[in-house]
């Protein structure tokens, strides 16, 4: 047997294609409505928001689309990122599980999310887009978007999360040296802003506040575009760069994961890491187990309900059809800010209904044990969020262990964690609480959802 613990690809080994995992599911995602006539919207009612080659992705039914060369030249300045059998954590766990994992902290941003990134900013400069707004919770997907933007010198504006902006401070400055402008979220510079101020000046923000600003900007001036870090359907798909290079460093391992695991704000890291492995389980009928694991305190997998919903809070983006706690939902201020969205990804949510994934929601505590865990076997520090896939992998070794059974676990690693030391601080320091939604908290968040109900 191999005792070889790092396995990496040449740069010819960057996929050319990303996956695109509609093209091999048994049921195709349902459209998205308008959100004022609540009828299914063409990708044309797309265009004030997304260049159109992004437009085309997002409905395309293609199970291949292929990477542009300029996207490749620069994913070489990070891919293909490193796969590691984790054979310290093994032993500290004492475990006949063989446990791997897929690591995206390698990126300039530190996290999987530039994988997106700059496939939208090059996409967005190739149809002359000048300015780009978005949004950012921790500040990971803000920070990947404005190097992105300044590799194609497109100006990035960044709405990012009140709690996190104030939790976060230097994950702004990233983005300014990056040369985006940030703005702590709900502003005054908004309609969308305002109205959150009006009714609730200490608004700590969320996701979906900081989506309506960032929307609104783009949607009411021309020569700006909108870009999301997570949830739709393209975004997904760029990030099945990480699972093709898992599928050939597992390979190189001679291995096949048992189970996959990741964790879950909106699903493209998961839907990256596991994609590509899901594309045997659907195709040849191959038993691999994905895991998405979300907080407790954030539970739309878990404990939401299947139905049409907005994106944002105020009500701006097209209705999809998706597992939420209802779009008007703000999440307890848990440290993983970029696992604090309402809802899930169309296709993710599709196929948790139809059983093809699995969910779990874990307690904050227990994940930021097993990053402390990892840390001290592995050495990397992972990402708060991160910590959410190290939990659930802890617990299928320690299962196996109890089993004796070995099994091949493989989990995403899809980012450091060196600027939440907060974070970590508050964890040594016993300042994090448990914290789980109580069933009148999820019935009064699920009560408020006033969209269609999705037809049987
Ligand atoms: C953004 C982020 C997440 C959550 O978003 P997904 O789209 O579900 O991946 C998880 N981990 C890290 C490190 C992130 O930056």
Redesign the pocket.
Known sequence: MSEQTKFVLPEREIPEQWYNIVADMPNKPLPPLHPGTQQPIGPEALTPLFPMELIKQEVSQDPWVGIPEEVRDIYKLWRPTPLFRARQLEKALDTPAKIYYKYEGVSPAG???PNTAVAQAYYNKMEGVKRITTET??G??GSALAFACNLFGIDCEVYMVRISYEQKPYRKVMMNTWGAQVFSSPTNRTEAGRKILASDPDSPGSLGIAISEAVEVAATNDDAKYSL???LNHVLMHQTVIGLEALKQMEMAGDFPDIIVA????????AGISFPFLRYKLTEGKQIRAIAVEPTSCPKLTRGVFRYDFGDTVGMTPLLPMYTLGHTFVPAKIHAG??RYHGAGVIVSQLLKDGIIEAQAIDQLETFEAGVTFARAEGVIP?P??NHGIAVAIREALQAKEEGKSKTILFNL??HGNFDMSAYEAYFAGKLQRHELTQEEIDAAVALIDTPAIPA
Request: net charge neutral.
């Open positions: 996290s999987h999310k919770g921790a990971q997907w870090g997570s949830v964790p879950f704000g909106g699903g493209s890291n998961f970029g696992l990402a969020e991160a899809c980012g």
